[in-house]
């Protein structure tokens, strides 16, 4: 009987290589930002209190060719590169999606413009490198429906575009996009580890590999991005990683042998890959969903810039800018890694466990940290002010 080889340890080397080029070439872009201009100068709406350079998404594209250019090199995640889409057109793809990001970073683009932009490198990555969502499994009905060339290219193309913008959406908080794509990253990694070991996936399958090395790359960025930040990714940044977030969620859709599962349950796995960016990505969309539904009952444009997000809520509730963080970082994993593990366990557990953290997740997010708000002296009493607020009466400049 063949022994199968896991590649566990290629798979960290490359998650290693990707965090140490993205945190070592982040220095270099952040100078290149400032020198060039591609600062975020705080607005009303933003959270943010002082002048920041953006371009964040220059450092964590290198970071994750470096990673693909290794693993290209790895006696078993080189079989990446032979079975599945052309990694060479789906890193392309990142690279013109994240040209245009910086452009933005420096510009600010329209919303067409960039839409368009999004199109295009999205539409190179399915027909040129072939990444589809050729098949959906449905655990109801006849099973996997085939959608065909014609009908897989717009769907995929669509799927992307809308990943994209949600991670471009939830960019709003130091930290909050990189960490929730690490976390996003890690669930689909582990879900395509978990059906590897299972021999219903090939050791060396695209989605894991496009998932350790994202994974790996937002992980160096963020020690400069977490709050407070040094740097933002900016739509350099939030546009490339919903690519590649996409990339592996339609690569691991068709990845495996839907004949190999057994039943309803036994098959879920085969749905996850459509459910995990759902789940994680819920939250933007709900917050999305949340804000047109507020500024069209005001009369307002659906697009008209409030400081009513989910984010500004847990900042008014007396939240510090990282508690906000590490709270909205908690129900994305809650979600997602409770999604995987629904597809691995099956015991009633998994689901009690998910409930319990639920409601810790729940009273934590609605109970303020008391040291969420600081006082500034004025005259002679105090006034109450956020952190963002007392920031802003020091800082008014990009530091150095």
């Not at 413009?113 to 009905?141: C, E, H, N, R, S």
Request: with cysteine.
């Amino acid at each position: 009987m063949a022994v199968v080889h896991h590649p566990s340890l290629e798979y960290a080397l490359v998650a290693c290589v990707a965090a140490s080029g993205s945190f070592l070439f982040t220095p270099l872009a952040r100078r290149v930002a400032i020198a060039w201009g591609a600062v975020a100068k705080p607005r009303d709406r933003d959270v943010h209190a002082v002048a920041t350079p953006r371009m964040g998404g220059v450092a964590l594209l290198l970071g994750f060719a470096m990673a693909l250019f290794v693993a290209a090199r790895l006696p078993a995640l080189s079989g990446s590169f032979v079975n599945g889409p052309e990694m060479a057109w789906v890193l392309t793809s990142g690279a013109i999606i994240c040209f245009i990001g910086v452009l933005d970073d420096r510009y600010e683009l329209d919303s067409l413009t960039k839409l368009a932009g999004q199109v295009l490198a999205t539409g190179i990555m399915v027909t040129k490198g072939g990444v589809q969502i050729a098949d959906i499994y449905l655990p109801w009905g006849n099973g996997t429906v085939s959608l065909g060339r014609d009908l897989a290219i717009p769907v995929t193309i669509l799927l992307a575009v809308l990943t994209i913008n949600a991670v471009n959406f939830i960019d709003g908080l130091d930290g909050l996009a990189a960490g929730v794509t690490a976390i996003a990253a890690g669930s689909f990694f582990l879900f395509s580890y978990h059906l590897a070991r299972g021999g219903f996936l090939d050791v060396a399958a695209a989605p894991t590999l496009l998932t350790a090395a994202l994974a790996g790359t937002c992980i160096g960025f963020l020690p400069h991005n977490f709050s407070p930040a040094r740097i933002f990714m900016g739509d350099s940044g939030s546009m490339l990683v919903g690519l590649i977030l996409s990339a592996a969620a339609a690569t691991a859709t068709t990845s495996a042998d839907p004949q190999a599962f057994n039943g309803a349950l036994g098959s879920l796995p085969l749905a996850l890959p459509l459910l995990i960016p759902i789940a994680v990505l819920s939250i933007p969309f709900v917050d999305l969903l949340l804000a047109v539904v507020r500024r069209v009952s005001r009369g307002q444009s659906p697009f008209a810039p409030d400081k009513q997000h989910l984010h500004h809520r847990l900042l008014e509730l007396g939240h510090s800018h990282r508690r906000a963080v590490l709270l909205l970082y908690f129900w994305s994993a809650l979600l997602a890694l409770g999604g995987v593990a629904l597809s691995i366990y099956r015991g009633l557990w998994v689901i009690l466990i998910m409930l319990a953290a639920g409601v810790g997740g729940a009273l934590a997010s609605v109970v303020p940290s008391l040291r969420g708000r600081r006082r500034i002296p004025v005259g002679r009493h105090l006034a109450p002010v956020t952190e963002i607020e007392a920031a802003r009466a020091v800082h008014t400049r990009v530091k150095p």
